[in-house]
């Protein structure tokens, strides 16, 4: 039986995010339940968490704790989606962004170009529409700017140009393989994770979403509260670096004031589970508080 996802930097991510056994937490990305698993072990009794997850697969119900809500939905409609809970502040958020590894292990997921199947690579597989059909629409430029922008690929041209001109109706993981063959000739190993996670951040939104997610977190955090973020790739990153610098702002129509975050740690996984754990490699962990 293949496990449904390895946590990363379990004891940092428990250990940064919970500063009250009894207060209210959310884990945004639930994926397999690794972390929720571990922060329900360090909460009291009358701890609660919110597990989130927009994939179909991911298998809320298999955590069975009465502290624990498993909410089906997208974290960018974090305040939403907790309100129909009456929860309108909570003591820390966690989100492990990115895939889980039954995403890419499932070959009919189509998120992996290790095996030939139509290229998918939704999270929720229900909703929108699948990479094929959406690069179908997409212009050369435009395309061979996400995929510079989110997968730092060189040749973007060229290689938007290729897929373009070999997309066909339920274009494939191995076709879009060939392509990048095509462009980078024996090189084309060294692009492959970068060339499907382009289109994928693309495809789901991951960006906007992660935007989103950090407006609702500013009005969610109690003070002193703590957002675990686990980035993997530079946009991200990016994105939260813009946050950090944010300074504390009052909106002059409702008088709300927007809190600072306040950088408290940055951690990467150590060579030790880098090694137990390869698909651990590229995390950074981000502890934040809200001051
Ligand atoms: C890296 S995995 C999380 C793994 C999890 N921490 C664990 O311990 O198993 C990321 C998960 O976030 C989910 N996800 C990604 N974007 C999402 C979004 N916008 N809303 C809700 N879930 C999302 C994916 O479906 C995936 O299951």
Known sequence: ?????????????????????????????????????????????????????????????????????????DFRFLEELLEAWQVKEVAGILADLGISSHQVDVPARGFSYRWDAPLDLRMNPYEGEPAWAWLKRQRPEALAELLRTYGDLPKSRRLAETILKHWQPEFTTYQLTECAYKVYGKKAEDFLSPLFQAIRIAINDELGALEALLEAAYRLLSPHGRLVILTYHSGEARILKKHLHRPAEENPVTGWKRPRWKLLAKKTPSPAEIEANPRSRSATLWLIERV
């Open 1 to 73: 039986m293949t496990v449904y996802h390895v946590p990363v930097l379990v004891e940092e991510v428990v250990e940064g995010l919970i500063t009250n056994p009894t207060g209210v937490y959310v884990d945004a990305t639930f994926g397999g339940g690794g972390h929720s698993r571990a922060i329900l072990g360090q909460l009291g009794p009358e701890g609660r968490l919110f597990g989130i997850d927009k994939d179909p697969d991911a298998p809320l119900q298999s955590l069975t704790d009465e502290r624990f809500q498993g909410i089906r939905g």
